[in-house]
């Protein structure tokens, strides 16, 4: 393969060199991903071709025929199909010495009736293939695994991610000497208490994701070894004890997200600083908690942050419970993340944030109940490629510069929801914008209709409770070009919204909005108009049938009275 494809001289681990010539072979078309799975690739029919030509009795992919048409000297098996997936079957598979690798893919990710007899199965499995070397057993509905896998002494790969029912593993598992490559994740009845003690002699273990929602205790990890990449770890920071924030240095291979929990407990920047985040490079997502539950700012947690300092490859950084009184890491202002892309507070009691990197293209802020302004924040010479803002249940935020917005180039969403005390001039966004949702949001609904003129991309706009909107004009209505989805409710002083022929050609929804008189073939109907009711009068009808959809239309306006029935379930119903 290297004659093929030169191996750069970066990359560390062989890990890494596979990825990249899977990558390479991608762009020459050997594969391509699916459209109907995330992560999941298919073979060109040519390719796929050649390859059983050149397989003979080595690889065999079950999937219609019979089992006992097996080649006995085959090494790699594929079982697929769910009318074959049943334990019966699987316990008849003959006896096949030379077979290193089964893998069981459900078709559709979906398994029949495997489950209620798998455990049988999987123990007939251990018995028969003791050479095998490489099982994949996802999405089988797997309860318990037998004692006897410890027979599977050659074992180097094994998947048993998605068994969602699984709870524990037994002590023989620790007897899998050779095992490399454990998956575990989305496994979600598995206990934290479900890692046998002797999990220490897995001394070969270089890949592991357990389950996701497990926070993950040192003592419960496998081995601790340089060596190994662990994917998708929660760490449960202690006062004391194995899991002190420094003994994560003891685990630098962390790919996929890494959520630290209980850092209320670390007590010193200094200590911040030894758990060596700055170390993992193969880090994409860093969740930080602290607990919910105090309210006073505390100024430890600004040190505390200010020592997790990530590596220059980190990608999404969240926040969550953070008390202190500012959000200004050092790490942050440098613009020490250069590939930084996502950055989320939640429920944090900081009242500013400072300069984030310039590489950031999506902000979300959810429940910061001390967070006062953003002007220093969200600048758009700062944050040139800015695509998405979401601001929710900020409620003593006051301050947005978002006379500047129109300067966010990229900017595609925006959605400031339950932030009332906002004063601000005169909103001004830019013809990008896609997605616009205003909700509850103080003074800033004075900038409607001025902010949606030459809104040319917008594509669904959500107006909620918004009491100074009173009117949105035919020309700026016609100006929205892409406009797919209209939602306005609870704009107690809306008077008028377009005309008749540009609500036609859209998906609209008005509801609670009092003043609003709504016109159908020039004449008043009502002030409510649900999408049943739209569809009803833009059918074709002679004019002899026009003063009945008058009435199917009056009927469903004053239907939309609150007393009648659930507003959400009619919004539901109307919009299907």
């Not at 440098?334 to 999506?362: G, H």
């Not at 929710?392 to 301050?399: A, E, F, G, P, Y």
């Not at 040319?456 to 929205?480: F, H, K, Q, Y």
């Amino acid at each position: 393969m290297n004659r093929l494809i030169p191996i750069k001289e970066n990359l560390k681990s062989m890990e890494d060199q596979a990825l990249e010539y899977f990558y390479e072979l991608e762009n020459r078309g050997f594969f391509h991903l699916t459209g109907h799975f995330t992560g999941v690739y298919v073979m060109h029919d040519l390719m796929h071709d050649v390859c059983q030509s050149l397989k003979g009795d080595e690889c065999y992919f079950q999937e219609d025929e019979a089992f006992a048409t097996i080649p006995p000297n085959v090494h790699h098996m594929s079982v697929c199909h769910t009318n074959l997936l049943n334990a019966e079957n699987l316990i008849k598979l003959p006896n096949l010495e030379k077979l290193h690798t089964l893998f069981v893919i459900p078709h559709d990710y979906g398994i029949g009736d495997i489950s209620w007899e798998f455990p049988i199965a999987f123990e007939s499995l251990c018995n028969k293939f003791k050479s095998i070397r490489r099982l994949s057993l996802p999405y089988c509905d797997i309860k318990e695994i037998p004692e006897n896998i410890g027979n599977l002494k050659y074992l180097q790969y094994l998947d048993i991610s998605n068994n969602s029912e699984l709870k524990k593993l037994p002590n023989s598992f620790c007897n899998l000497y050779d095992l490399e490559f454990l998956d575990m994740h989305d496994c979600s009845e598995f206990g934290s208490d479900g890692f046998p003690s002797c999990c220490d002699k897995l001394r070969g273990l270089k890949y592991f994701m357990p389950p996701d929602h497990v926070a993950t205790s040192l003592k419960q990890i496998p081995v601790l070894s340089k060596t190994m990449q662990l994917h998708n770890l929660i760490y449960k920071v202690e006062n004391d004890g194995e899991n002190k924030i420094e003994n994560l240095k003891l685990l630098e291979g962390i790919r996929g997200f890494l959520v630290i929990k209980g850092l209320e407990n670390v007590s010193s920047k200094t200590a911040a600083e030894e758990a060596g985040l700055n170390k993992q490079e193969l880090l994409d997502v860093l969740s930080l908690y602290w607990d919910h539950s105090g309210l006073e700012n505390n100024e430890i947690h600004m040190e505390v942050l200010d020592g997790l300092c990530p590596h220059s490859n980190l990608e999404e950084l969240k926040i969550h419970y953070y008390n202190g009184s500012d959000f200004k890491p050092r790490w942050m202002r440098n613009n020490d993340l250069p590939k930084l892309k996502s950055v989320m507070f939640d429920s944090c009691w900081n009242k500013t944030v400072s300069q984030l990197p310039c590489s950031i293209t999506e902000i979300k802020i959810d429940w910061c109940r001390e967070l006062e302004s953003l002007v220093d924040c969200l600048q758009p010479n700062l944050l040139p490629k800015l695509k998405f803002i979401e601001i929710d249940r900020c409620t003593k935020l006051k301050s947005l510069p978002v006379e500047s917005f129109f300067k966010f180039l990229s900017l595609e969403k925006l959605q400031i929801r339950k932030c009332r005390r906002l004063t601000c001039p005169i909103m001004s966004l830019p013809p990008s914008i896609k997605y616009l949702y205003l909700d509850d949001c103080g003074e800033l609904d004075k900038s409607i209709p001025s902010c949606l003129r030459n809104l040319t991309s917008l594509e669904d706009l959500r107006i909620w409770n918004c009491p100074n909107v009173v009117s949105i004009p035919n020309e700026v209505m016609a100006n929205l070009q892409s406009l797919r989805r209209l939602d306005v409710e609870k704009c107690e002083k809306l008077v008028s919204l377009g005309d008749e022929e540009f609500l036609q050609s859209i998906d609209f929804y008005i509801y609670k909005c009092p003043k609003r008189q709504i016109t159908w073939g020039g004449n008043p109907i009502g002030r409510q108009l649900s999408a049943g009711a739209r569809a009803a009068a833009a059918a074709p009808s002679s004019s002899d049938h026009l003063q009945l959809q008058m009435e199917l239309i009056e009927k469903a306006s004053t239907s939309d009275d609150p007393s009648s029935s659930n507003p959400r379930n009619r919004k539901a119903d109307a919009r299907n």
